[in-house]
């Protein structure tokens, strides 16, 4: 059974930092693509990152260019994201998911519950 | 950036009907665009990836068409658990980007 585990969200003040952590279990983590997605509250979807299985490829959003950093350990089955320089757009709800590319397309099966993050003072 | 635009943003409908929700890209994607369903509160739900294919698991009701820039989700006869949001996501570049999605009500 595949799970997807997001931790590490939280209230934080505008300026502050956050790490999310995902722990992934039930597929090979090592052979797949991974991305942070958020939403901000009743707001729709945006893509913030993704890191190749490998960690050497690395996309970033604009809107995080410079102050986030997507990481991964293999041996420790997880992704995370380092976050600085919060301000109030940041506040939504990160979700940790897989990216696939088969089938002449490229998609994301896996997702995990999510983890809020909050920026207010 | 691409764009994705979805039409209509909400809808209201009722259990049995035909619904069809429209995605289009600023330029082309090819066939790089997927279909996901949210429900309140949860996750999204892969429903259609590569415009045409149905993900595993998914109710044959559902299924998706279109290649380049114009694109269709369409739900064959509507279902009391289909009532929710529908996003479409473009994979083709960087950064991915998502229509702003479509919400079915019930009428």
């Known amino acids: 059974q595949v799970q997807l585990v997001e931790s590490g969200g939280g209230l934080v003040k505008p300026g502050g930092s956050l790490r999310l952590s995902c722990a992934v279990s039930?597929?090979?983590?090592?052979?797949?693509?991974m991305s942070w997605i958020r939403q901000a509250p009743g707001k729709g979807l945006e893509w913030v990152s993704y890191i190749s299985s490998s960690g050497e490829t690395i996309y970033y959003a604009d809107s995080v260019k410079g102050r986030f950093t997507i990481s991964r350990d293999n041996a420790k089955n997880s992704v995370f994201l380092q976050m600085s320089s919060l301000t109030a757009d940041d506040t939504a709800m990160y979700y940790c998911?897989?990216?696939?590319?088969?089938?002449?397309?490229?998609?994301?099966?896996?997702w995990g519950q999510g983890t809020l993050v909050t920026v207010s003072s | 950036d691409i764009q994705m635009t979805q039409s209509p943003s909400s809808l209201s409908t009722s259990i049995g009907d035909r619904v069809t929700i429209t995605c289009r890209a600023s330029q082309s994607i090819g066939k790089y665009l997927n279909w996901y369903q949210q429900k309140p509160g949860k996750a999204p739900k892969l429903l259609i990836y590569a415009a045409s294919s149905l993900h595993s698991g998914v109710p044959s009701r559902f299924s998706g068409s279109g290649s380049g820039t114009h694109f269709t989700l369409t739900i064959s006869s509507l279902q009391p658990e289909d009532f929710a949001t529908y996003f479409c996501?473009?994979?083709?570049?960087?950064?991915?980007?998502f229509g702003q999605g479509t919400r079915l009500e019930i009428k």
């Open positions: 039930g597929f090979t983590f090592s052979d797949y693509y």
């Open positions: 998911v897989d990216r696939k590319c088969s089938g002449g397309g490229c998609y994301s099966d896996y």
């Open positions: 996501q473009q994979t083709y570049s960087i950064p991915i980007t």
